[in-house]
C-alpha cells in the first residue's frame, strides 16, 4: 500500500477536535507518577484528515502534541459528488473494524461519536456507519482511518484497469 505524504503548508485551514483524553498512571517507587494522553483529529473538512495521539504531564501540552502528530500523519479522502464516500468499505484496526456505507444526499452523517470525529473531520456529509467488534475510541478512529486510506476513486480504478470511467460506473 503506498503512502501519500501531504504537505499541511498546501492545506487550508486545519481545525481539530479532541476525541478522548486519558489519565495514565504508573506506579513508581516515589508514589504515583500521573500523566495525560490525548486523541487528535485534524481535518480541513475538504477531503483531508488526521490522527495523532499525544502524551504529557499536562492535558494542553498532551493535545498540542496529538495536534502536531495528527498533522503529520494525515490522509487524503475520496469523495463523491453527494459529498460521500466512493464505496462501501471496512476498516480494521486490532479487534475494532468500522463499516462505511456510501449514502445519498441528504441522509447526514450517521455514526458513532469516534467514528463520526473521524468524518465531519474529513468534510465527509452523507454515510453510515457501523462500528463492529471493539468499541475501544482509539482503535475505532484508527479503524476509521485505515478504511478511508483504504479508499479509491473511480479514476483510480478505471486506470488500473485500463478502461473508462463510465465502463467501471456502468
Known amino acids: 500500500m503506498k503512502r501519500i505524504i501531504i504537505d499541511p503548508a498546501t492545506l487550508g485551514e486545519l481545525e481539530d477536535r479532541v476525541v478522548a483524553i486519558k489519565r495514565v498512571v504508573k506506579v513508581v517507587k516515589g508514589g504515583r507518577n500521573m500523566r495525560f494522553t490525548a486523541l487528535v483529529v485534524v481535518g480541513d473538512g475538504n477531503g483531508h484528515v488526521g ?11 498532551a493535545i498540542r502534541k496529538g495536534k502536531e502528530d495528527a498533522t503529520k500523519n494525515l490522509v487524503e479522502v475520496k469523495l463523491d459528488a453527494n459529498g ?4 462501501d468499505i471496512i476498516g ?49 478512529v484508527l479503524a ?15 486506470a488500473a484497469r485500463g478502461k473508462s470511467v463510465q465502463e467501471i460506473l456502468g
Request: net charge positive; with cysteine.
Open 92 to 140: 480494521k484496526h486490532t479487534g475494532a473494524q468500522v463499516l462505511l456505507k456510501r449514502a445519498p444526499e441528504g441522509t447526514g452523517v450517521i455514526a458513532g461519536g469516534p467514528a463520526r470525529s473521524v468524518c465531519e473531520m474529513a468534510g465527509i456529509r452523507n454515510i453510515r456507519t457501523k462500528s463492529l467488534g471493539s468499541n475501544n475510541k482509539q482503535n475505532v
Open 144 to 158: 476509521t482511518m485505515e478504511a478511508l486510506r483504504q479508499l479509491r476513486s473511480p479514476e483510480d480504478i478505471a
Open 51 to 61: 490522527v495523532g495521539l499525544g502524551k504529557a504531564a499536562e492535558i494542553p501540552e
Open 84 to 87: 460521500s464516500i466512493t464505496h
